[in-house]
Protein backbone atom coordinates (compact mmCIF):
# COMPACT_ATOMS: atom_id res chain seq x y z
CA UNK A 1 0.00 0.00 0.00
CA UNK A 2 0.93 3.70 -0.69
CA UNK A 3 2.10 5.74 2.09
CA UNK A 4 -0.02 8.55 3.38
CA UNK A 5 0.38 11.67 2.92
CA UNK A 6 -0.07 12.37 6.81
CA UNK A 7 2.37 10.54 7.19
CA UNK A 8 4.57 12.77 10.01
CA UNK A 9 8.11 11.43 8.39
CA UNK A 10 7.29 9.65 4.67
CA UNK A 11 9.71 7.27 3.66
CA UNK A 12 9.08 7.24 0.38
CA UNK A 13 12.01 8.11 -2.21
CA UNK A 14 12.42 12.15 -2.51
CA UNK A 15 11.31 12.37 -6.14
CA UNK A 16 11.61 16.24 -6.28
CA UNK A 17 9.06 18.07 -8.69
CA UNK A 18 7.26 21.44 -9.38
CA UNK A 19 3.23 21.97 -10.27
CA UNK A 20 1.67 25.38 -11.69
CA UNK A 21 -1.13 26.94 -9.13
CA UNK A 22 -2.90 28.76 -11.90
CA UNK A 23 -6.13 30.56 -10.53
CA UNK A 24 -7.43 33.90 -12.30
CA UNK A 25 -5.79 35.90 -9.90
CA UNK A 26 -2.44 34.39 -9.25
CA UNK A 27 -0.60 32.15 -11.19
CA UNK A 28 2.54 30.47 -8.94
CA UNK A 29 5.30 27.12 -9.68
CA UNK A 30 5.80 25.66 -6.40
CA UNK A 31 8.18 22.98 -5.68
CA UNK A 32 7.13 19.47 -4.54
CA UNK A 33 7.76 15.91 -3.91
CA UNK A 34 6.62 12.45 -3.21
CA UNK A 35 4.97 11.32 0.23
CA UNK A 36 3.07 14.80 -0.13
CA UNK A 37 -0.36 14.99 -0.49
CA UNK A 38 -1.07 15.65 -4.06
CA UNK A 39 2.39 16.06 -5.34
CA UNK A 40 1.78 15.26 -9.03
CA UNK A 41 -0.58 18.16 -9.32
CA UNK A 42 -2.87 20.56 -7.67
CA UNK A 43 -5.49 18.68 -6.36
CA UNK A 44 -8.80 19.67 -7.93
CA UNK A 45 -10.57 19.96 -4.71
CA UNK A 46 -7.89 22.59 -3.77
CA UNK A 47 -8.17 24.32 -7.09
CA UNK A 48 -11.89 24.60 -6.28
CA UNK A 49 -11.59 25.78 -2.70
CA UNK A 50 -9.23 28.61 -3.51
CA UNK A 51 -11.36 29.48 -6.75
CA UNK A 52 -15.03 29.74 -4.68
CA UNK A 53 -13.75 30.38 -0.95
CA UNK A 54 -14.11 34.23 0.06
CA UNK A 55 -11.52 36.05 3.04
CA UNK A 56 -13.60 36.02 6.23
CA UNK A 57 -15.53 38.99 7.34
CA UNK A 58 -12.68 40.05 9.47
CA UNK A 59 -9.24 40.91 9.05
CA UNK A 60 -6.92 38.55 11.30
CA UNK A 61 -4.53 35.89 10.69
CA UNK A 62 -5.11 32.72 8.37
CA UNK A 63 -4.67 29.24 8.71
CA UNK A 64 -3.67 26.32 6.39
CA UNK A 65 -4.61 23.16 8.20
CA UNK A 66 -2.86 20.43 6.49
CA UNK A 67 -1.19 22.60 4.23
CA UNK A 68 0.80 19.83 2.30
CA UNK A 69 3.69 21.60 0.16
CA UNK A 70 1.49 24.85 0.29
CA UNK A 71 -0.77 25.71 -2.43
CA UNK A 72 -3.47 27.39 0.20
CA UNK A 73 -1.09 29.18 2.14
CA UNK A 74 0.50 30.14 -0.63
CA UNK A 75 -2.58 31.60 -2.73
CA UNK A 76 -4.01 33.34 0.64
CA UNK A 77 -1.02 35.16 1.15
CA UNK A 78 -0.14 36.26 -2.38
CA UNK A 79 -3.68 37.45 -1.89
CA UNK A 80 -3.24 39.39 1.67
CA UNK A 81 0.20 40.55 1.90
CA UNK A 82 -0.21 42.11 4.99
CA UNK A 83 -2.09 39.58 6.56
CA UNK A 84 -0.44 36.42 8.59
CA UNK A 85 -0.88 33.20 6.86
CA UNK A 86 0.04 30.13 9.18
CA UNK A 87 0.57 26.72 7.49
CA UNK A 88 0.46 23.90 9.35
CA UNK A 89 0.93 20.24 8.71
CA UNK A 90 2.56 17.11 10.95
CA UNK A 91 4.67 15.81 7.43
CA UNK A 92 7.95 17.06 7.56
CA UNK A 93 8.80 16.55 3.87
CA UNK A 94 5.54 18.91 3.38
CA UNK A 95 6.22 21.19 5.92
CA UNK A 96 10.08 21.82 4.52
CA UNK A 97 8.70 22.16 0.64
CA UNK A 98 6.21 24.74 2.08
CA UNK A 99 9.00 26.95 3.73
CA UNK A 100 10.89 26.68 0.00
CA UNK A 101 8.23 27.73 -1.78
CA UNK A 102 7.10 30.89 0.49
CA UNK A 103 10.73 31.69 1.11
CA UNK A 104 9.71 35.25 -1.17
CA UNK A 105 7.00 36.23 0.97
CA UNK A 106 7.34 37.70 4.44
CA UNK A 107 3.58 36.85 6.24
CA UNK A 108 3.92 32.75 5.92
CA UNK A 109 4.79 30.91 9.31
CA UNK A 110 5.36 27.41 8.39
CA UNK A 111 4.66 25.08 11.66
CA UNK A 112 3.46 22.02 13.19
CA UNK A 113 0.20 21.75 14.99
CA UNK A 114 2.46 21.71 18.68
CA UNK A 115 4.20 24.74 17.73
CA UNK A 116 0.69 26.98 17.12
CA UNK A 117 0.55 29.33 19.93
CA UNK A 118 -2.56 27.85 22.51
CA UNK A 119 -3.56 32.04 22.63
CA UNK A 120 -3.59 32.26 18.28
CA UNK A 121 -7.07 32.50 17.33
CA UNK A 122 -7.77 32.80 13.24
CA UNK A 123 -10.13 34.85 11.35
CA UNK A 124 -10.42 32.17 8.45
CA UNK A 125 -9.00 28.67 8.34
CA UNK A 126 -8.96 26.71 5.17
CA UNK A 127 -8.26 23.25 4.28
CA UNK A 128 -8.74 20.12 2.17
CA UNK A 129 -8.74 18.28 5.32
CA UNK A 130 -7.17 14.89 5.30
CA UNK A 131 -10.70 12.66 5.23
CA UNK A 132 -8.78 9.44 4.30
CA UNK A 133 -7.37 9.74 7.48
CA UNK A 134 -10.83 8.38 9.23
CA UNK A 135 -13.92 9.50 10.47
CA UNK A 136 -12.27 10.03 14.05
CA UNK A 137 -9.19 11.73 13.34
CA UNK A 138 -11.26 13.82 11.24
CA UNK A 139 -13.59 15.04 13.97
CA UNK A 140 -10.73 15.19 16.38
CA UNK A 141 -8.66 17.59 13.50
CA UNK A 142 -11.80 19.78 13.76
CA UNK A 143 -12.65 19.41 17.75
CA UNK A 144 -9.06 20.60 17.47
CA UNK A 145 -8.95 23.58 15.23
CA UNK A 146 -12.10 25.17 14.80
CA UNK A 147 -12.18 26.49 18.65
CA UNK A 148 -9.32 28.46 17.67
CA UNK A 149 -11.84 30.59 15.03
CA UNK A 150 -11.65 34.32 16.66
CA UNK A 151 -15.53 35.68 16.93
CA UNK A 152 -16.56 36.12 13.35
CA UNK A 153 -14.41 34.32 11.99
CA UNK A 154 -15.20 31.31 9.40
CA UNK A 155 -13.33 28.17 8.37
CA UNK A 156 -13.76 27.30 4.73
CA UNK A 157 -13.25 23.53 3.79
CA UNK A 158 -13.55 21.27 0.72
CA UNK A 159 -15.04 17.57 0.59
CA UNK A 160 -16.08 15.51 -2.14
CA UNK A 161 -19.85 14.21 -1.99
CA UNK A 162 -18.57 11.09 -2.55
CA UNK A 163 -16.43 11.15 0.86
CA UNK A 164 -19.10 12.26 3.04
CA UNK A 165 -19.53 16.02 2.32
CA UNK A 166 -22.88 15.95 3.09
CA UNK A 167 -22.36 14.00 6.37
CA UNK A 168 -19.68 16.03 7.74
CA UNK A 169 -21.48 18.78 7.35
CA UNK A 170 -24.67 17.57 9.13
CA UNK A 171 -21.42 16.57 12.54
CA UNK A 172 -20.07 19.94 12.08
CA UNK A 173 -23.51 21.90 12.86
CA UNK A 174 -24.64 19.00 15.14
CA UNK A 175 -21.71 20.21 17.03
CA UNK A 176 -22.00 23.41 17.20
CA UNK A 177 -20.35 24.81 13.98
CA UNK A 178 -23.14 26.37 11.63
CA UNK A 179 -22.57 25.31 8.78
CA UNK A 180 -23.48 25.85 5.06
CA UNK A 181 -22.81 24.81 1.85
CA UNK A 182 -21.41 27.55 -0.42
CA UNK A 183 -20.81 26.00 -3.73
CA UNK A 184 -20.82 22.49 -5.29
CA UNK A 185 -18.40 22.28 -7.93
CA UNK A 186 -17.73 18.64 -10.24
CA UNK A 187 -18.83 17.00 -7.16
CA UNK A 188 -16.42 19.02 -4.55
CA UNK A 189 -18.73 20.94 -2.04
CA UNK A 190 -17.48 23.91 -0.24
CA UNK A 191 -18.69 24.38 3.08
CA UNK A 192 -18.38 27.05 5.27
CA UNK A 193 -18.30 27.07 8.79
CA UNK A 194 -19.62 29.62 11.60
CA UNK A 195 -17.18 30.13 14.71
CA UNK A 196 -19.39 28.37 17.25
CA UNK A 197 -19.55 31.21 19.79
CA UNK A 198 -22.22 32.61 17.22
CA UNK A 199 -25.01 29.92 17.82
CA UNK A 200 -27.70 31.27 20.13
CA UNK A 201 -28.33 29.39 23.25
CA UNK A 202 -30.70 26.82 23.31
CA UNK A 203 -33.77 27.44 25.07
CA UNK A 204 -33.72 24.11 27.15
Known sequence: ??????SPAPSTPSRPDSVRLHLPDLD?????????????????????????APMPPRRGPLL??????????????????R??????????????????NAADLGNVTVARPEEVPDDLEFAGIYSNPPIRSGKAALHALM???????????????????HLGSD?????????????????SVQGYRVLEVSCSSEVPPSSG
Open 83 to 100: LPVWAVDVNDRALALTRE
Open 1 to 6: MQEHYF
Open 64 to 81: DLGCGYGPIALALATRRR
Open 28 to 52: LTLATDAGVFSGGRVDRGTRILLEH
Open 167 to 183: SFADWLSASGWPTTRLV
Open 143 to 161: QRWLPRLAPEGRAYLVVHK
